[in-house]
């Protein structure tokens, strides 16, 4: 039965599959996170050389055959495994599960730079004779190459796209599932973001070139957002991609619910390239604040972008202190201190550290602070131990990327 949709309906996520630099399962990511152990590792790439990067280990073949995965992206591997997981988690039937009424909806920081230096670097050796290039380029360097890739291995026939809006890529996923659920144009949705990264040399060149990579005697302790001491991003790989249902059909078949899509927002800064814009950032927390009908003292968990990046960090507190500065309910944590910077799928794989967090009481802290910077000293900040006993109903998701480009999602308990 085709549903039409209702924007007041109520959105709920069933069911959560992931691949992080720590962790191939929700439960196995989220111990890391209460232990404070990092994924972040030594890595060399060409050109680039040494470095450090979040490196995900995850079975790809236990849901694609060798030559699919041949075949396929890096992004599409990783999707197709939190897919895969994410469905066996929600318990949906999937087998009677019409698949013209489910929508793909991936966001993504970029896609295809891997592929082509791949082939550029393979033709070197024949003296750029292009007649050796592979043929499975084209589809593999499409935009919505991962969403699509997720299809063909599903057999979905709804509709599938990538969105692209750089770091805020995770959480634009899961508004664009929530809004094609609104209006009817699926039923369910599998949505969040992915990334492939680090297997690009381009990524790590461009922000050597910024003076923004990572650089430390110690790759577990390269990722240190708001300390004194930090000098720039740890890139990484991985993914998290969600089941989304309308309420009344999760109820309906018995689902366990994680949490509510309760309110969100997205905007632009349309002042600089690369520099954040605390104006606009805590408007685009107002915002999905006012949405949710929820007020600053109702979110229990504020999981915070920060990259490490010295300007980044402290505008971000700044728009952060603007809206939360008087809240005395608030913890105040990050992620990427464990995992690096995971660029599309960071503000997806960041929910989902958290949203255990609705049942457990239990914030992970942000690891790796060993002297506070005063400009990025917030109410609230958890920092090296977890915080137990906390009254958490409502989680606020920032994400933020390039060009000013800012999302908010806010999650609540059900």
Not at 180 to 197: F, N, P
Not at 254 to 283: H, T
Request: aromatic share 6%; hydrophobic share 35%; with cysteine.
């Amino acid at each position: 039965m085709i549903s039409s949709g209702s924007p007041t309906d109520r959105i709920v996520i069933t069911g959560i599959g992931l691949t992080s630099p720590n962790g191939n399962t929700l439960g196995e990511y989220r111990q890391a996170l209460l232990e404070g152990r990092s994924g972040v590792r030594d890595y060399e790439i060409r050109y680039v050389g040494k470095t450090f990067a979040g490196v995900c280990d995850f079975d790809e073949l236990r849901h694609q055959k060798r030559r699919e995965v041949r075949r396929g992206t890096r992004a599409g591997s990783i999707a197709i495994y939190c897919a895969n997981e994410a469905l066996a988690d929600s318990g949906v039937e999937w087998e009677n599960t019409d698949r013209q009424r489910v929508g793909v909806y991936l966001g993504v920081t970029e896609h295809g730079n891997v592929e082509t230096e791949n082939e550029i670097n393979e033709i070197k050796a024949y003296d750029y004779d292009t007649s050796v290039w592979s043929h499975h380029h084209n589809p593999r360097t499409v935009a919505n190459n991962p969403a699509g890739e997720v299809t063909l291995n599903l057999g979905i026939t709804g509709p599938h796209y990538t969105i692209g809006a750089a770091c805020a890529a995770g959480n634009a996923g899961m508004i664009q599932g929530t809004q094609m659920l609104r209006l009817g144009e699926c039923d369910l949705a599998i949505c969040g973001g992915v990334s492939e990264s680090i297997h690009t040399f381009g990524i790590f060149a461009g922000f050597a070139s910024q003076g923004a990579l990572a650089d430390n005697a110690d790759a577990t302790k390269a990722s240190r957002p708001f300390d004194k001491g930090r000098n720039g991003i740890v890139v990484a790989e991985g993914g998290c991609l969600y089941i989304l249902e309308r309420y009344q059909d999760a109820a309906r078949r018995g689902a366990k619910i994680y949490g509510e899509i309760a309110g969100y927002a997205m905007n632009s800064d349309a002042s600089d390239f690369v520099l954040p814009n605390p104006d606009e950032q805590s408007r685009c927390m107002r915002m999905a604040l006012d949405r949710a009908r929820l007020s600053a003292d109702d979110i229990g968990v504020l999981s915070t972008h920060a990259t490490a990046t010295t300007s980044g960090d402290i505008q971000e507190c700044e728009a952060v202190r603007r809206v939360f500065g008087g809240s005395t309910t608030t913890a105040i944590n990050n992620t990427k201190s464990y995992i690096g910077h995971a660029m599309g799928a960071a503000g997806a794989l960041e929910l989902a550290g958290n949203l255990p967090t609705l049942t457990d009481g239990v914030v992970h802290p942000t690891i790796n602070v060993d002297e506070l910077d005063p400009e990025c000293d917030l109410p609230g900040l958890v920092l090296n131990e977890p915080r137990e006993g906390a009254k958490v109903d409502a989680i606020l998701n920032n994400s933020f990327g390039m060009l000013g480009i800012n999302s908010a999602l806010i999650v609540r308990r059900v």
